[in-house]
């Protein structure tokens, strides 16, 4: 079972950007895993916001994060980025990261976070003037 740890949240004005890590505790460059970062609003339900291939790089991003939100993994293997950008009021919301082994398509994994297997504590991102 993998450990979880998301940093990099916080306040931001909108327009403004954060970059989210999500750090496993293992390697999760091989094993076939899939990586997802999911957000939570309050009242909401949890929601798919990107979910990369560790294997092969290859990235779901939900509509309404497309061409603002980057997914990227660094070198080590251990590690997982999610880079937001044009930020706005509305992707205000407790972001967590999820791993789960499996070669399912991204999209598949991004529309049911009940297929995740692991999961970290959520970090806050605030976006508001």
């Known amino acids: 079972q993998l450990q979880l740890v998301e940093s990099g949240g916080g306040l931001v004005q909108p327009g403004g950007s954060l970059r989210l890590s999500c750090a496993a505790s293992?390697?999760?460059?091989?094993?076939?895993?899939?990586i997802g970062w999911f957000r939570q609003a309050p009242g909401k339900e949890r929601e798919g916001v990107s979910c990369?291939?560790?294997?092969?790089?290859?990235?779901y991003y939900a509509d309404f994060v497309k061409g603002r939100f980057t997914s990227s993994r660094d070198d080590a293997g251990n590690t997982v980025f999610l880079q937001m950008d044009s930020l706005k009021a509305e992707d205000t919301a407790v972001y967590y990261c999820?791993?789960?082994?499996?070669?399912?398509?991204?999209?598949?994994?991004?529309?049911?976070?009940?297929?995740?297997?692991?999961w970290g504590q959520g970090t806050q991102v605030t976006v508001a003037s």
């Open positions: 990369m291939s560790m294997s092969s790089g290859g990235t």
């Open positions: 293992g390697r999760i460059l091989d094993g076939f895993y899939a």
């Open positions: 999820a791993a789960v082994r499996g070669d399912l398509p991204m999209y598949f994994y991004c529309s049911d976070s009940s297929l995740f297997s692991d």
